[in-house]
């Protein structure tokens, strides 16, 4: 499967947006809500939902993760719910290959 670049240069820029990738993709395939996300990742839920669906000038919703498709947005019973996406799956698997390798080094 072809990894954009460009998706990888994004989540290299963000330590939240890894941070969230790395836990969707210990629960997959189980959806989770954006509070639950924010308690997990440690970290204030108006700066997790900007890394998954963009939020004003600090979160680009270019490059957030459900733009990125690496995350989808479930809504059931007008609830939203966040899962990794199978080509998430495969950037997490690529990112988490990349950190064992040049950990060697460091």
């Given amino acids: 499967m072809f990894i954009d670049p460009f998706v990888i240069r994004s989540i290299n820029r963000s330590e939240l947006r890894k941070r969230i990738l790395f836990y969707l993709d210990e629960i997959y395939p189980t959806p989770t809500y954006l509070s639950e996300i924010a308690r997990v ?38 609830f939203k719910y966040y899962r990794l996406t199978e080509y998430g799956k495969q950037v997490v698997k690529l990112l988490k290959s990349y950190h064992s390798y040049y950990s060697r080094y460091t």
């Fill in 41 to 78: 990742v440690k970290s204030d839920p108006s700066n997790v939902k900007g890394a998954l669906i963009g939020l004003g000038n600090r979160y680009n919703g270019h490059s957030s993760l459900v733009s990125l498709g690496l995350v989808e947005v479930v809504t059931e019973k007008g």
